[in-house]
T-cell receptor, first 116, second 109 residues
Framework: NAGVTQTPKFRVLKTGQSMTLLCAQD?????MYWYRQDPGMGLRLIHY???????AKGEVPDGYNVSRLKKQNFLLGLESAAPSQTSVYFC???????????????FGPGTRLTVL | GQNIDQPTEMTATEGAIVQINCTYQ??????LFWYQQHAGEAPTFLSY????GLEEKGRFSSFLSRSKGYSYLLLKELQMKDSASYLC??????????FGKGTMLLVSP
């Protein structure tokens, strides 16, 4: 099992460009999450999904969109990138909610995005 | 709102014991998690507590007091490889985790 994978690993964008980050998991997890991590700010939730076809906003959703068309994939889109979106982006997944043993989140390796 | 506090940095010596504290104020509680994150890598799950008391997993233990909104992670027999950031996170019952800003632990020889 690969666990949680993310593509790409690194990306440099110019202000105003768009891109999509792909997250894939092979653990049959129901829940998937997108976080950003900035120095001194910790992990902050952007959007999440509790099942195929569903999405919900997290703490910092502005400037991002997501889609969960297949259970194993969760896409994060930046329509018009801004320098404030320079960050490390982590995807995570968990089996389901209900007990910590099943809602433990497993993280992908991260995508380092720089917006110039 | 959700608020989770941890010390920013800690230092310790190889072979010693260190305790990393976490206090939280959340609108609900459905479990507290500890993650380890090495520089440039993804967070990895260490432990969780849902009931009061101590959970032991090898050199690592985690304690929870729900009435005090308090947890700690205890690392014994410190090794150089334990130098990392330690993240406290709370599931407040809304399908998501709220993370603290993390405690950077530096282990010196």
């Amino acid at each position: 099992n690969a666990g949680v994978t993310q593509t790409p690993k690194f990306r440099v964008l110019k202000t105003g460009q768009s891109m999509t980050l792909l997250c894939a998991q092979d653990m049959n997890h129901e829940y998937m999450y997108w976080y950003r991590q900035d120095p001194g700010m910790g992990l902050r939730l952007i959007h999440y999904s509790v099942g195929e076809g569903t999405t919900a906003k997290g703490e910092v959703p502005d400037g991002y969109n997501v889609s969960r068309l297949k259970k194993q994939n969760f896409l994060l889109g930046l329509e018009s990138a801004a320098p404030s979106q320079t960050s490390v982006y982590f995807c995570a997944s968990s089996f389901r909610e209900g007990h910590p043993s099943t809602d433990t989140q497993y993280f992908g390796p991260g995508t380092r995005l720089t917006v110039l | 709102g959700q608020n989770i506090d941890q010390p920013t940095e800690m230092t310790a010596t190889e072979g010693a014991i260190v305790q990393i504290n976490c206090t939280y104020q959340t609108s609900g509680f459905n479990g507290l998690f500890w993650y380890q994150q090495h520089a440039g890598e993804a967070p990895t799950f260490l432990s969780y507590n849902v009931l009061d008391g101590l959970e032991e997993k090898g050199r690592f233990s985690s304690f929870l007091s729900r009435s005090k909104g308090y947890s700690y992670l205890l690392l014994k027999e410190l090794q150089m490889k334990d130098s990392a950031s330690y993240l406290c996170a709370v599931n407040s019952g809304y399908s998501t985790l709220t993370f603290g800003k993390g405690t950077m632990l530096l282990v010196s020889p």
